[in-house]
């Protein structure tokens, strides 16, 4: 007669399993309220505030977001892919209009995505080194864009035309568009199609 084999015992979850995943369900909902009460607001919201949306009191709001540093990186990993899903470019055509009008239709759909973001963490950017880097590393992004669809109708002696074009098609222009000189996203984005043309088809000759 066979012996039975012992069913293997199923590993329990441990404790500090369980606190662990409590704790990341916490934090995703807290950090979910933070993104969704800026997005409707363009201004970061209180402590009261986001304990109130996410469910939970506010001792745990400032238990797992006690600094600007941790917050914006919390706020960043649900804005990024949103912004490069936005941002992501068609082939260039080689039609200097063309391409230039597809390039600002994409700097007007990030730029609004991005705005309430971008306005209310203002006072905050120059004081953190991880929004700072990011700001670096998106305008780096955002020059290459500009110069694959400028620089092949230029010569090297017009090339700091880019540089006018990089700082009109900057969000900062954007903003003053639209928070300064409040204009619709359809006015703005005809002010920049029009001001970007307008320098390259008449290039300097200095």
């Not at 949306?53 to 960043?76: I, K, P, W, Y």
């Not at 995505?113 to 080194?129: D, L, M, T, Y």
């Amino acid at each position: 007669m066979k012996a039975r084999r012992a069913k293997p015992k199923r590993k329990q979850p441990s404790t500090t399993d369980g606190r662990a995943e409590r704790s990341a369900r916490t934090r995703a909902a807290i950090a979910l309220a933070v993104y969704e009460l800026v997005r409707a607001r363009g201004e970061i919201p209180s402590v009261e505030e986001v304990a109130e949306r996410a469910g939970v009191g506010e001792r745990t709001v400032f238990r797992q977001f006690n600094d600007v540093e941790t917050l914006a990186r919390s706020v960043h990993e649900r804005l990024f892919p949103e912004v490069m899903e936005l941002a992501r470019p068609s082939p260039p055509t080689g039609v200097l209009e063309e391409d230039l009008r597809s390039l600002v239709a994409r700097r007007a759909r990030v730029f609004e995505h991005v705005a309430p973001f971008r306005r209310a963490s203002r006072g905050h950017r120059e004081r953190s080194p991880f929004m700072s880097e990011q700001d670096a590393a998106m305008s780096l992004i955002a020059r290459a864009s500009v110069e694959a669809v400028v620089l092949p109708h230029l010569d090297d002696d017009d090339r700091a035309i880019v540089e006018v074009v990089d700082v009109l098609l900057s969000f900062e222009a954007w903003d003053r568009l639209r928070s300064v000189q409040r204009l619709s996203v359809a006015e703005a984005t005809r002010v920049l199609e029009k001001g970007a043309l307008a320098l390259l088809r008449r290039p300097s000759s200095r």
